[in-house]
């Protein structure tokens, strides 16, 4: 399974940004997409999940703030961020499986005044 991101950038507070993860490969076997963000010093937190039955979960500071979403062939994984803040800022990655046993390479997202 390979995952590829984009939609980053750099925004200010209370913009938003809709990133996108289209994975190829042996994808028919994956349930679970997440969304994780890396901050500078810090390690990667869960921002979001998708399973397969459609149900999602969302760390306590996106709630409310972020959507995270599939197409029906589940090709591909939004992450729709909106009123985006400060500590919203750091390297987003798509991830696919339990563990997760797939990462793609990250894109970089830059919240400021």
């Known amino acids: 399974v390979q995952l590829m991101e984009s939609g980053g950038g750099s925004v200010q507070i209370g913009g938003s940004l809709r990133l996108s993860c289209v994975a190829s490969g042996s994808i028919s076997s994956i349930n679970e997409m997440t969304w994780y963000r890396r901050t500078p010093g810090l390690e990667r937190k869960l921002v979001a999940a998708?399973?397969?039955?459609?149900?999602?979960r969302y760390a306590d500071s996106v709630k409310g703030r972020f959507t995270i979403s599939r197409d029906n062939a589940k090709t591909t994984t939004y992450l729709q961020m909106n009123n985006l803040q400060p500590e919203d800022t750091g390297v987003y990655y798509c991830?696919?499986?339990?563990?997760?046993?797939?990462w793609g390479q990250g894109t970089q997202v830059t919240v400021s005044s």
């Open positions: 998708i399973f397969g039955g459609g149900d999602t």
């Open positions: 991830a696919a499986g339990p563990g997760p046993r797939f």
